[in-house]
Nanobody, 125 residues
Framework: VQLQASGGGLVQAGGSLRLSCAASGGTFRDYTMGWFRQAPGKEREFVVAVGRSGGSTYYADSVKGRFTLSRDSAKNTVYLQMNSLKPEDTAVYYC???????????????????WGQGTQVTVSS
Protein backbone atom coordinates (compact mmCIF):
# COMPACT_ATOMS: atom_id res chain seq x y z
CA VAL A 1 0.00 0.00 0.00
CA GLN A 2 1.28 3.44 -0.92
CA LEU A 3 0.04 6.53 0.87
CA GLN A 4 0.35 10.02 -0.57
CA ALA A 5 -0.30 12.86 1.83
CA SER A 6 -0.89 16.42 0.70
CA GLY A 7 -2.46 19.69 1.74
CA GLY A 8 -0.06 21.04 4.32
CA GLY A 9 1.05 24.64 4.39
CA LEU A 10 1.43 27.81 6.39
CA VAL A 11 -1.62 29.33 8.03
CA GLN A 12 -2.31 31.88 10.72
CA ALA A 13 -3.72 30.87 14.07
CA GLY A 14 -7.45 30.40 13.81
CA GLY A 15 -7.24 29.38 10.18
CA SER A 16 -8.02 26.12 8.46
CA LEU A 17 -6.32 23.52 6.31
CA ARG A 18 -7.45 20.27 4.77
CA LEU A 19 -5.06 17.37 4.46
CA SER A 20 -5.61 14.50 2.08
CA CYS A 21 -4.18 11.00 2.09
CA ALA A 22 -4.66 8.95 -1.06
CA ALA A 23 -4.09 5.21 -0.83
CA SER A 24 -3.14 2.90 -3.66
CA GLY A 25 -1.99 -0.65 -4.13
CA GLY A 26 -4.30 -2.28 -1.64
CA THR A 27 -7.91 -2.84 -0.71
CA PHE A 28 -8.82 0.41 0.98
CA ARG A 29 -11.73 -0.98 2.93
CA ASP A 30 -9.43 -3.44 4.70
CA TYR A 31 -7.49 -0.72 6.47
CA THR A 32 -7.90 1.43 9.50
CA MET A 33 -6.61 4.87 8.53
CA GLY A 34 -4.94 7.27 10.91
CA TRP A 35 -3.12 10.57 11.15
CA PHE A 36 -0.18 11.19 13.42
CA ARG A 37 2.03 14.22 13.82
CA GLN A 38 5.50 14.99 14.99
CA ALA A 39 6.70 18.41 16.08
CA PRO A 40 10.40 19.29 16.22
CA GLY A 41 12.04 17.75 19.26
CA LYS A 42 8.93 15.82 20.22
CA GLU A 43 7.76 12.29 19.82
CA ARG A 44 5.19 11.32 17.26
CA GLU A 45 1.67 11.61 18.59
CA PHE A 46 -1.71 10.29 17.56
CA VAL A 47 -4.16 12.74 16.03
CA VAL A 48 -7.14 10.80 14.69
CA ALA A 49 -8.12 7.43 13.22
CA VAL A 50 -11.11 6.04 11.38
CA GLY A 51 -12.19 2.43 11.24
CA ARG A 52 -12.42 0.37 8.08
CA SER A 53 -16.07 1.13 7.48
CA GLY A 54 -15.74 4.79 8.32
CA GLY A 55 -18.36 4.45 11.03
CA SER A 56 -16.08 4.99 14.02
CA THR A 57 -13.65 7.86 14.40
CA TYR A 58 -11.28 8.46 17.28
CA TYR A 59 -9.71 11.82 18.09
CA ALA A 60 -6.94 12.95 20.36
CA ASP A 61 -8.31 15.22 23.06
CA SER A 62 -6.11 18.04 21.81
CA VAL A 63 -7.90 18.19 18.45
CA LYS A 64 -11.41 17.11 19.35
CA GLY A 65 -13.97 19.63 18.19
CA ARG A 66 -11.51 21.28 15.80
CA PHE A 67 -10.44 18.48 13.45
CA THR A 68 -12.71 16.26 11.41
CA LEU A 69 -11.67 13.11 9.61
CA SER A 70 -13.67 11.73 6.73
CA ARG A 71 -13.19 8.71 4.54
CA ASP A 72 -14.12 8.49 0.86
CA SER A 73 -14.00 4.85 -0.18
CA ALA A 74 -14.80 5.68 -3.80
CA LYS A 75 -11.60 7.71 -4.02
CA ASN A 76 -9.50 5.62 -1.59
CA THR A 77 -8.81 8.82 0.27
CA VAL A 78 -9.14 10.18 3.76
CA TYR A 79 -9.44 13.87 4.49
CA LEU A 80 -8.47 15.70 7.64
CA GLN A 81 -10.24 19.03 7.97
CA MET A 82 -8.41 21.15 10.52
CA ASN A 83 -10.16 24.25 11.82
CA SER A 84 -9.29 26.75 14.53
CA LEU A 85 -5.64 25.89 14.15
CA LYS A 86 -3.24 26.77 16.93
CA PRO A 87 0.54 27.27 16.90
CA GLU A 88 0.86 24.04 18.87
CA ASP A 89 -0.62 22.18 15.91
CA THR A 90 2.58 22.90 14.00
CA ALA A 91 4.13 19.57 13.00
CA VAL A 92 4.75 17.17 10.18
CA TYR A 93 1.55 15.21 9.68
CA TYR A 94 1.71 11.59 8.60
CA CYS A 95 -1.09 9.39 7.40
CA UNK A 96 -0.94 5.69 8.15
CA UNK A 97 -2.81 2.52 7.29
CA UNK A 98 -3.10 -0.73 9.19
CA UNK A 99 -5.00 -3.97 9.05
CA UNK A 100 -6.51 -5.82 11.95
CA UNK A 101 -6.14 -2.98 14.45
CA UNK A 102 -8.40 -3.42 17.44
CA UNK A 103 -10.28 -0.38 18.66
CA UNK A 104 -8.26 -0.04 21.84
CA UNK A 105 -5.04 0.16 19.81
CA UNK A 106 -5.87 2.71 17.11
CA UNK A 107 -3.83 5.37 18.93
CA UNK A 108 -0.68 3.24 18.86
CA UNK A 109 1.44 4.06 15.83
CA UNK A 110 3.17 0.68 16.07
CA UNK A 111 -0.07 -0.95 14.93
CA UNK A 112 0.08 0.66 11.50
CA UNK A 113 1.78 -1.07 8.62
CA UNK A 114 2.11 1.70 6.05
CA TRP A 115 3.03 5.36 6.31
CA GLY A 116 2.87 8.30 3.98
CA GLN A 117 5.73 10.71 3.45
CA GLY A 118 4.42 13.44 5.71
CA THR A 119 3.21 16.95 5.03
CA GLN A 120 4.27 20.04 6.96
CA VAL A 121 1.69 22.12 8.76
CA THR A 122 2.87 25.42 10.20
CA VAL A 123 0.58 27.65 12.22
CA SER A 124 1.83 31.14 12.93
CA SER A 125 0.72 33.13 15.95
Amino acid sequence: VQLQASGGGLVQAGGSLRLSCAASGGTFRDYTMGWFRQAPGKEREFVVAVGRSGGSTYYADSVKGRFTLSRDSAKNTVYLQMNSLKPEDTAVYYCAAGRGIILSAVRDGRQYDYWGQGTQVTVSS
